[in-house]
Structure formats: structure tokens, C-alpha cells
């Protein structure tokens, strides 16, 4: 029974977590603007019962929220517990001031993360550093980053852009995440810079992690939805598998079929008609 101690204690050690994610504690922060910052978030420096570590925000000194994100820091605008939506924008651009972003941030990044998760085909908004000049981008040049020796260009796209995609005198020096809702592309600088203002938005699924951590992945059934699918590594072996044992099935159905009622009255008609005719090779002439 005293062995017993530390393996019940650990098996309660590791129930936690997942309790306290799916009957969370009532508890609410809020700083500046972002109120009522409840479950899975939390305030830096709140009571270890308030929201998920993994999506602690802080408050700066001068009352703004924070996010902390691959390194990255971005002022939080709003927070949609309905739809699962926190809007984030660079705080180096949420001022509209000429410049980087704080930290590169592509799509590949928030794939990757577990916590977080964008719809494929993102809008980005890339910075291009260029040793010449591209008159085809002449109005999203950066003005406080270009100079005689190279040119810098904002360019924005409905996708991740890579340095195959783009001309070999420019290379790809940072990127921001973006959202639009009109069907027209900003294309001037002033332009892409206003809609970088807005930031973008984040869909958060905290389960999400549990099952990262099990050594699946999260196939959500459409880009707006929360709700997700814990897939495994082997499941397409196993589909495979399936696929396999379902066409052998239906082979070997088809070949008693076959024998059934093709090949068995063959085989009796032939038969009967070798019987026919050596009956009648035997009658006496």
C-alpha cells in the first residue's frame, strides 16, 4: 500500500491539467481596454487558478495588453471568447510609424505552435529588400528603409511569400500576418501600412494542445470552426489498412458470386454436353 502513494499521487498530478481545462475556474482580469480577460487567458502575476499558462498575457506600463508570441509582442485588441478570435497587431506598427515589425511572423509559425491556428491561405504583408530599384512596386517602397545602395518594399498577398517567389536581386527580410475584409489588396504603402494597424486575428482551440501532446494533430472540419478532429499519426495506415481488408472483402465476394452463378452453370452445361455427345458416339449403328 505504501508503494502505492507516489503512483496515485502522479496519476493525480497528471489529471489536473486536463480537469482543470475542461471545468475551468471562474476568473476574470481585465487591463485597459481588454475586460472581463477570463478562461483560457490570464494576466501575468494572477492566481495560479486563473486561465492556462500557455495563454498568459501581461499588462504593460501603460495599461496595454500584451501577448508574447514566438518571441514576437503584440498589443491585444480584442478578445471573442464566442468565437474563439483574439485580434493581435505588432506593436512597432500599431502606431502607423515607418519600420519592421517588432518580430517576423509567417503562417508556418502558428501551424506549428499547437495553441493558436490560421486559416492556409493567409494575407501577409512581406518587407523586400532589394539592390535595385522595382519599378513595378515603386508605390510600397518603405521610405525610412530605403536608400541609395537598396530599396525596401512592402508587398501584400493572399499567401505566404518565399524567396523562390520572388526576383533574385531581392531577399525576403521580414513578414506580418494581416487581415483584409474588402476584395481589392492594399497596394501603396499608406495602404498596406493602415491595414497592418488593424492586426489579425488568432483562433485558439485549448484542447488543441492535449492532443498535440498525445502525439496527434487537429483537422478542424472548416477554417471558422473550434471544434476539431484528434488526429493520429498512424490513422492513414490504419485507413489504409481498412481500405485494403474492404476490397479484399469485396473480391472475394465477387469470386464466390462469380463461381456461383457463372462459373457452376458453366462447368454443369459443359457437363452435360460432354455426356451428350459421348452418349451418342456410343449408339450402335
Known amino acids: 500500500m505504501r508503494n502505492s502513494a507516489p503512483i496515485a499521487l502522479l496519476i493525480i498530478l497528471l489529471f489536473i491539467p486536463i480537469q482543470a481545462r475542461n471545468h475551468p475556474l471562474p476568473c476574470s482580469t481585465s487591463c485597459g481596454d481588454i475586460h472581463n ?7 501575468k502575476g494572477d492566481p495560479p487558478h486563473c486561465g492556462d499558462p500557455d495563454y498568459e498575457l501581461y499588462c504593460d506600463n501603460h495599461n496595454r495588453t500584451i501577448l508574447n508570441f514566438h518571441a514576437g509582442l503584440y498589443y491585444v485588441n480584442n478578445i471573442s471568447y464566442d468565437q474563439h478570435l483574439i485580434r493581435l497587431v505588432d506593436i512597432n506598427l500599431a502606431a502607423g510609424n515607418c519600420g519592421l515589425p517588432y518580430r517576423s511572423l509567417g503562417l508556418e509559425e502558428v501551424v506549428g505552435d499547437g495553441r493558436y491556428y490560421r486559416q492556409y491561405f493567409s494575407p501577409h504583408a512581406t518587407f523586400v529588400r532589394c539592390s535595385k530599384e522595382i519599378n513595378s512596386m515603386g508605390s510600397s517602397m518603405v521610405p525610412c528603409l530605403s536608400g541609395n545602395t537598396s530599396r525596401v518594399y512592402l508587398n501584400y498577398t493572399n499567401y505566404m511569400l518565399y524567396d523562390s517567389d520572388i526576383t533574385s536581386d531581392c531577399d525576403i527580410i521580414a513578414m506580418v500576418l494581416s487581415d483584409h ?52 499519426e498512424d490513422d492513414y495506415a490504419t485507413q489504409l489498412w481498412n481500405a485494403i481488408l474492404f476490397l479484399a472483402y469485396v473480391f472475394v465476394i465477387g469470386l464466390i458470386l462469380f463461381c456461383r452463378y457463372i462459373l457452376a452453370p458453366l462447368v454443369i452445361f459443359a457437363f452435360l454436353l460432354h455426356k451428350c455427345f459421348s452418349s451418342r458416339n456410343r449408339i450402335p449403328r
Open 37 to 43: 480577460i477570463g478562461y483560457p487567458f490570464r494576466l
Open 181 to 232: 475584409k474588402v476584395d481589392q489588396l492594399p497596394s501603396s504603402y499608406e495602404e498596406i501600412q493602415r491595414t497592418l494597424q488593424l492586426g489579425f486575428d488568432l483562433r485558439w482551440a485549448v484542447e488543441c494542445m492535449d492532443c498535440r501532446a498525445d502525439g496527434g494533430y487537429c483537422q478542424f472540419p472548416t477554417q471558422e470552426s473550434s471544434r476539431f478532429h484528434c488526429s493520429k
